[in-house]
C-alpha cells in the first residue's frame, strides 16, 4: 500500500499521523525540553488550601500521581491525536485498558456481545472476573449477523478486535457501531493490532471507544508494559442507566465528557491501575517511530506470507495455510482493504506439520509470547496462549496443535526468510527420519 493510501486516514487541515506522532505532548517555549520529560514524582504541591480543595473537587491539575503524572499525561494527548480522539486514560496494562472499557459501561445484570476471536486475557476477563460481578457476556462469531442476533435488551457493549488473533479476520466496525447504536449499547474496539491509529482509526467508523496494549507496537521494543482507554466523541449514553439516573445524573454533571471522566476514576483513581512514568516516556518515544517500524514490519508480513503460502511444508492439511490479511486469497480481504492503512499488520500465523522440530531449528527467530517488538518472535498458540482453553474452543478460535503465530520485526526480510526456510526444511526432514523409523 502506498503512503498515499495511508493519508486518507487522516481529516485535512489537521496535522499528519507521523507529524503528530513527534510532536504532540512536547511544549513549545523558550527553555522547553525537545522531548516529553520524565516526571519522576508521586505528588504534586498546593500553595492555599483552596488550591487543595479545587483540585481535590475538580482533578483538571496535579495532586497525586495515581491520579495524573505530566509524563502520563503527554502520553495520552498524543494517543488520543493518533487515534483521533477526544480523550485517553493510559494504565498500567493493556488487560487493565480492557477491564476499565468494560467496566465503565456495565454493572451488575448487564451483558457484552463479544466476538470470538478474542485476545485470551480479554476472553479471561469475560468469562471468568466480569461474571463475580454479575456482568455476563455472549461470544460469538466475528460476523455482524451473529453479533445482532446475540443483543439482549440488557446488552450495554460490544465487543471486538481490529484485527482478530490468530486467525487474522477483521472486524466489521462500521457494522458492528450500527447494530450497538441501534439497541442503545456501546462498541468497544481493542486496536492494539491497529496500531494506535496507524493502520486503522476505528473511532472514525463509529466506535465509541478503543483500546490498546501499549506493550506491543506502541513501546514497540519489547521493553515495557501499558494500555489505554480512549473514548470517541458524539456517543449516545442516554440510554445507559448508570450514567442517566440519579439527580443529577453523571450525564447532567459531566456531559460530553462523562464516559471518559468514569474510565479515568475507575482505572486510575480508584482501581489504582495507574501507568508508571518511566513506562509512559518509552511508550511516548515508542510512539515516534511507530509509522516507520510499523509499515516496514507490515511489508515484510505480506513478503513472507507469500513466501510461505508457496512453501512445501506449509499448510497441506486441508483448509490450513497461511492466515494474513494483506493476502488476496485471505477471506478477510475485502474488509481489511477497507479498514485498514498504510500496511496489513505485522501479525501472521501458519501451520507446519512438525512445529517441535521447526521452532528447535529457529536460529534468527525468537520464540517468545509477546508482539510488536523489534525482533521476529513466533510462538506455538495451542501450548500457550490458548492451552488453557478446551480444544474445541481453540479449533474454533482457528488454533490448531500446527499453528503458529509470528510477529514480525525489522530484521532484513532475507535473513527471515532464509532462517524460516531452513527451520521448515529441518521440520520436514523430522518428519521423513520418524517415517522411515
Ligand atoms: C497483549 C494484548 C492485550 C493485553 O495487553 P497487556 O499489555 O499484555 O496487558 C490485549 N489485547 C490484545 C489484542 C493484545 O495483543
Not at 500521581?65 to 494517543?79: M, Y
Not at 498458540?381 to 520485526?409: C, D, F, K, L, N
Request: charged residues 15%; glycine residues 12%.
Amino acid at each position: 500500500m502506498s503512503a498515499d493510501n495511508h493519508a486518507d486516514n487522516h481529516s485535512e487541515g489537521t496535522l499528519g499521523y507521523e507529524t503528530q506522532a513527534v510532536q504532540v505532548g512536547i511544549p513549545r517555549g523558550l527553555g522547553d525540553g525537545v522531548g516529553i520529560p520524565i516526571h519522576q514524582i508521586a505528588a504534586f504541591q498546593f500553595e492555599t488550601l483552596e488550591d487543595g480543595a479545587s483540585e481535590f473537587q475538580l482533578n483538571t491539575g496535579y495532586s497525586y500521581a495515581r491520579l495524573q503524572n505530566p509524563t502520563v499525561k503527554a502520553l495520552e494527548e498524543r494517543v488520543t491525536a493518533l487515534e483521533g480522539g477526544a480523550a485517553t486514560v493510559a494504565l498500567s496494562t493493556g488487560q487493565a485498558a480492557s477491564f476499565t472499557a468494560m467496566l465503565s459501561v456495565c454493572r451488575s445484570g448487564d451483558h457484552i456481545v463479544a466476538t470470538s476471536s478474542l485476545f485470551g486475557g480479554s476472553a479471561g476477563l469475560l468469562n471468568n472476573i466480569l461474571p463475580l460481578m454479575g456482568i455476563t457476556a455472549s461470544t460469538v462469531a466475528n460476523t455482524p449477523e451473529a453479533v445482532r442476533a446475540a443483543m439482549q435488551p440488557n446488552t450495554r457493549l460490544v465487543w471486538a478486535e481490529t484485527i482478530g488473533n490468530p486467525a487474522a479476520d477483521i472486524a466489521d466496525i462500521a457494522s458492528y457501531a450500527e447494530i450497538a447504536h441501534s439497541q442503545g449499547a456501546l462498541l468497544g474496539i481493542d486496536n492494539t493490532w491497529g496500531g494506535v491509529g496507524y493502520l486503522c482509526r476505528p473511532l472514525e467508523h463509529g466506535a465509541d471507544m478503543v483500546t490498546h496494549s501499549l506493550t506491543k507496537w506502541a513501546g514497540g521494543h519489547g521493553s515495557v508494559m501499558g494500555g489505554s482507554l480512549t473514548v470517541g466523541t458524539g456517543h449516545d449514553l442516554s440510554r445507559s442507566p448508570i450514567y442517566t439516573e440519579g439527580t443529577p445524573s453523571i450525564l447532567d454533571t459531566r456531559g460530553d465528557s462523562a464516559l471518559g471522566w468514569r474510565q479515568r476514576w475507575f482505572g486510575a483513581h480508584q482501581l489504582g491501575m495507574t501507568l508508571a512514568p518511566n513506562s509512559a516516556f518509552l511508550i511516548a518515544q515508542g510512539l515516534e517511530t511507530l509509522s516507520l517500524r510499523l509499515s516496514r514490519e507490515s511489508a515484510t508480513a505480506l513478503e513472507l506470507a507469500n513466501f510461505l503460502e508457496a512453501h512445501t511444508a506449509v499448510g497441506t492439511g486441508a483448509g490450513s495455510g497461511v492466515a494474513y490479511p494483506g493476502l488476496e486469497s485471505s477471506p478477510h480481504h475485502a474488509l481489511a482493504v477497507k479498514y485498514l492503512k498504510g500496511g496489513f499488520g505485522a501479525v501472521l500465523t501458519f501451520e507446519v506439520n512438525e512445529p517441535a522440530p521447526f521452532l528447535a531449528a529457529l536460529k534468527v527467530i525468537r520464540m517468545a509470547p509477546n508482539l510488536g517488538d523489534t525482533r521476529t518472535l513466533v510462538v506455538h498458540p495451542w501450548t500457550t496462549t490458548h492451552g488453557r482453553m478446551p480444544e474445541s474452543a481453540r479449533y474454533a478460535a482457528g488454533v490448531t496443535p500446527r499453528t503458529i503465530r509470528m510477529s514480525v520485526g525489522v530484521e532484513a526480510p532475507e535473513d527471515l526468510k532464509r532462517d524460516l526456510d531452513q527451520a521448515l526444511k529441518a521440520g520436514q526432514a523430522a518428519a521423513q527420519t520418524a517415517v522411515l523409523i
